[in-house]
């Protein structure tokens, strides 16, 4: 640590820390715009000037390291005169169009402007004009003319996206911020670039011209759409909301979100909204009810299949992007009327998996603590777009040394470097871990498992073992595609053992942004119960599903779309219409995230409860009061709940920690080889993961959420007699479709990789198995 003055006041730093960072500590305001706490240091807006004693000129104070002994004046004569001087050439080329400004009201020009600007300008000459560039469906850049050329949203995306799609060309007032050839940006994380800009350059182009920034009201939320749980800060207007922002969290998501959470909003008042209940009549057609009448319909309904069916007849689908409080009592009811076929998990498919794993599968580890691992296997993860903000705290851990390999079945760019890869077909996962488990115990002396004595580790898997061997704080992360898998259990057993091998800790990266708390809510199959998976495959009499749209949410939609068409009796507790219609007997509106309370446990096991951000939505209704009422309809005990609070209190008794468990009970052992044929290899794309963002419009043109294709390896192509750009016609057990082929060489060899949850691949069924090909 260092010791120096400024503003007379004393103050230590560490060394190699900027003056900036001191005087923050200090909380002296020093004016800037270029700067910013989580990226590097620019130095070209010069605003920041300061005067140091027995230096000749101001100096940047975010680019002058402290040393012992300095002196700083932030308010001098000469460090006031410097920044006036910088404002002035900063505001030469700016157009006076604040009053047309998204930015205004938050604008950090606007603000520097009053005490550091004049109230009249000596420019005389023309201000220039910058043509706005395209950037895709997210970001404006109709304002362009207004950039100051900080730099910031450079550096986001080099620095946080991990990719630099944006970039200054040009010298001097020519100098111009533009995308590369005239790409659009499609980063994951691109809108953070909006946030950090300082002026109103970059704007978000669905909100653009919507509402001023002191109309909204803010409130505090928490994102459904991954295990992060990010915190945000919902922007409503008239109870309307109309933008989403970061809300900043050091523990969770710092003060970035992604683009899922920050414009999946959209999708909230789409024609497809739910408005009112709903019953389907005799006659197959839909019919607007009151709440009093569509309830009624569902008690008589439940009471019809009980009486002549038996209550484990009776089945409950939840989802991960349900609160607490929903789960809580969607179990509580549907284990009062008799049946423990309760189940949230739709896209995980092993029925041995609860076995498996005892207790609650979680991170393992605080979120925070991903940025302090020195070596890291993520198995199973497509980590970019299951787990945005979690890849970027793995790629700055990278810059400082961390090491992070991949065993995965198609070899997605994290956009960090790799330490080593092992990719392989879906059923290989398992064997692909014990190859790594052997060479970690050749390597170290231990002792090879009896039921890994015939494998021989591969190059790949040598050089995984050797990273892991080397690592003090190291993590083996298990992601969605791997818990999803049909061998969900084996992979956990094998993951377990080379976590132990290693000295590592093991960890889920759940899916969802409640998973972790619908295991807490016991949301989960009890004794003699159903897994969502046996509920479809085993067509029941009746189904109560709620949040969840089967035929996209589940890993074979098309089957799923069959059992509850088949069922007797289906209600829906759904925000949209299009979600149930084709199955339901009565559909019922229920509050998305913003609309009610609740509470989402993140991956690490941190509750966090939120308020409703806006109105409900015509006759919508929260989801926790919806269920409550029902109870007390079939006249049950225990739903008297008269707040969300009073349920999340229920579910958290005892703590949260003493019940979040990794321990694998599976043995470790080696899948069996699969039959000749392809294997798919499914991902859910980041756009398509749920209700709500499947119906955001700018999220779905994007190019992550074009049209799917079946994608392959050259060799696999060629093996086949195929190109690039043939059409395909795809075959699995259960149906067919046509797509174009792609070429793609991150697909494991003898795989074809088609995306899931989309209505053009849901005749495919599940998402692992065989597939043949030919040519259409």
């Known amino acids: 640590m260092v010791e120096l003055t400024i503003d007379g006041i ?33 130095a070209n807006c010069r605003m920041c000037l300061v005067d140091v004693e027995k230096a000749p000129k101001a100096l940047p104070a975010c680019a002058t390291p402290v040393t012992n002994g300095m002196v700083v004046h932030t308010r001098s004569e000469k460090a ?41 300008s000596r420019y005389q000459e ?49 100098s111009e911020i533009t995308t590369f050839v005239g790409k659009a940006v499609e980063s994951e994380l691109s809108g953070n670039m909006i946030d950090v800009c300082p002026v109103g350059a970059l704007l978000s182009k669905p909100f653009k011209f919507t509402a001023r920034t002191w109309e909204m009201a803010r409130r505090r939320s928490v994102s459904p759409h991954d295990s992060l749980g990010a915190n945000l800060v919902v922007q409503t207007k008239l109870d309307r909301v109309l933008r989403v922002v ?24 789409t024609q497809d909204r739910l408005a009112h209940p709903m019953v389907k009549g005799e006659d197959g057609q839909w019919r607007e009810a009151s709440w009093t009448d569509a309830l009624q319909a569902v008690v008589h309904g439940f009471n019809t299949v009980r009486e002549q069916f038996g209550p484990e007849q009776i089945g409950a689908i939840g989802s991960p992007v349900a609160t607490v409080e929903e789960l809580a009592l ?27 794993v005892t207790g609650v599968p ?3 580890m605080p979120v925070a603590e991903l940025n302090q691992l020195d070596r890291v296997l993520v198995v199973g993860s497509f980590l970019r777009k299951d787990h945005p903000l979690m890849a970027q705290r793995l790629r700055q851990a990278v810059k400082h040394g961390t090491q992070v390999s991949f065993i995965d079945s198609a070899a997605e760019d994290p956009l960090f470097p790799v330490a080593s890869r092992m990719t392989v ?33 591969s190059e790949a898997a040598g050089r995984i073992a050797a990273s892991l061997q080397s690592g003090e704080r190291v993590a083996v992360l298990l992601g969605n595609m791997a818990v999803g898998s049909d061998q969900a259990s084996l992979i956990a057993a094998n993951a377990a053992a080379l976590a132990k091998s290693a000295n590592a800790k093991l960890g889920f990266l759940t899916p969802g942004g409640n998973t972790v708390g619908g295991y807490l809510a016991g949301a989960t199959p009890g004794r003699g119960g159903l897994t969502a998976e046996q509920m479809l495959q085993q067509p029941l009499k009746a189904y109560l599903v709620v949040h969840a749209e089967p035929t996209l949410d589940s890993d074979n939609g098309a089957r799923a779309l069959e059992a509850l068409k088949g069922a007797g009796f289906a209600v829906a507790l759904t925000s949209f219409r299009s979600a149930a219609e084709d199955w339901a007997d009565v559909m019922l509106p229920i509050s998305p995230f913003t609309e009610t309370s609740g509470t989402f446990v993140n991956a690490e096991g941190r509750a966090q409860s939120f308020k409703g951000v806006a109105a409900p939505f015509a006759d919508t209704r929260p989801g926790w009061k919806v269920l409550r009422v029902l109870g007390n309809l079939f006249e049950l005990q225990g739903f008297d709940d008269e707040t969300s609070e009073s349920i999340r209190d229920i579910v958290m008794v005892g703590g949260i920690e003493s019940r979040l468990s990794n321990e694998v009970s599976a043995a470790p052992g080696l899948s069996a080889a699969q039959p000749g044929g392809l294997e798919r290899v499914a991902d859910v794309p980041i756009y398509r993961s749920d209700a709500l963002v499947r119906r955001s419009m700018p999220l779905q043109e994007t190019a992550a959420s074009q049209a799917p294709r079946a994608r392959m390896a050259a060799g696999t192509l060629a093996g086949l007699g195929l190109a690039s750009g043939d059409a395909l016609r795809i075959s699995s057990g259960q149906g067919q479709v046509v797509l174009p082929a792609q070429e793609d060489e991150t697909v494991a060899p003898g795989c074809v990789r088609i995306a899931t949850a989309f209505n053009e691949t849901l005749a495919l069924g599940s998402g692992f198995g065989q597939l043949t090909v030919e040519r259409a």
């Open 362 to 364: 979680w991170l393992g």
């Open 330 to 356: 969607l179990g509580r009811l549907v284990r009062a009327l008799g049946s423990e076929n309760i189940d949230f998990r739709l896209r995980s498919i092993d029925p041995a998996f609860d076995q498996a």
């Open 126 to 174: 023309e201000k220039r004009v910058v043509v706005a560039k395209e950037m895709g469906p997210l970001i404006s850049t109709d304002g362009m003319q207004r950039c100051i050329h900080c730099t910031r949203c450079v550096r986001v995306g080099q620095e946080i996206g991990g990719i630099m799609e944006v970039g200054m060309i040009n010298r001097g007032e020519h």
């Open 80 to 120: 006031i005169a410097a920044q006036k001087s910088v404002m002035e050439f900063l505001l030469i080329n700016h157009p006076l169009d604040c009053p047309v400004c998204d930015q205004g009201g938050e604008c950090q020009l606007q603000d520097l402007a009053v005490g550091y600007g004049s109230s009249a």
């Open 425 to 457: 077909a879906p059923s290989a996962l398992p064997n692909a871990l014990a190859e790594v488990l052997v060479a970690l115990a050749q390597a170290g002396g231990q002792t090879v498992p009896d039921v890994f004595a015939d494998v021989t580790p």
């Open 246 to 269: 970061p809300f900043e969290n050091d523990d969770i998501n710092e003060c970035w979100i992604s683009d899922r959470d920050r414009f999946s909003y959209e999708g909230l008042y």
């Open 10 to 42: 004393k103050v230590e730093a560490p060394e190699g820390s900027m003056v900036i960072q001191a005087a923050h500590k200090l909380g002296v305001y020093v004016p800037h715009f270029c700067y910013h706490k989580k990226l590097s240091v620019a």
